[in-house]
């Protein structure tokens, strides 16, 4: 079992910066794959970004060239940095780990709200 825990959410203006974190506890870290997705109002849920164990990185499309994904495996977190925030990066950002134990798992956050609006 494996339990996620985000912070970092709030309200922010257009153009500035935020960053994420999300820690993980439990079992079968070791060789995840970890990343962020979010859900705005009335859409579906969307991959942000996600990192493998390896440091292999994939983005959306929206925010490829503004946010980056890292990863301290020693602190079991992983951080989305997020810069030139636009109104339509506000969603609940929810943290994914896909783990690689005697099966594979997948276990998502509470979620953390991000608003971007003047």
């Known amino acids: 079992q494996v339990h996620l825990v985000e912070s970092g959410g709030g309200l922010v203006q257009p153009g500035r910066s935020l960053r994420l974190s999300c820690v993980a506890s439990?079992?079968?870290?070791?060789?995840?794959?970890m990343g962020w997705y979010r859900q705005a109002s009335g859409k579906e849920r969307e991959l942000v970004a996600g990192i493998t164990s390896g440091g292999s990185t994939v983005f959306g499309d929206s925010v490829k060239g503004r946010f980056a994904i890292s990863r301290d495996d020693e602190q079991n977190t992983v951080y989305l940095q997020m810069n030139s925030l636009r109104p339509d990066d506000t969603a609940t950002y929810y943290c994914h780990i896909m783990t690689y134990g005697a099966s594979r798992r997948e276990y998502w956050g509470q979620g953390t709200q991000v608003t971007v609006s003047s």
């Open positions: 439990g079992s079968d870290l070791s060789g995840s794959t």
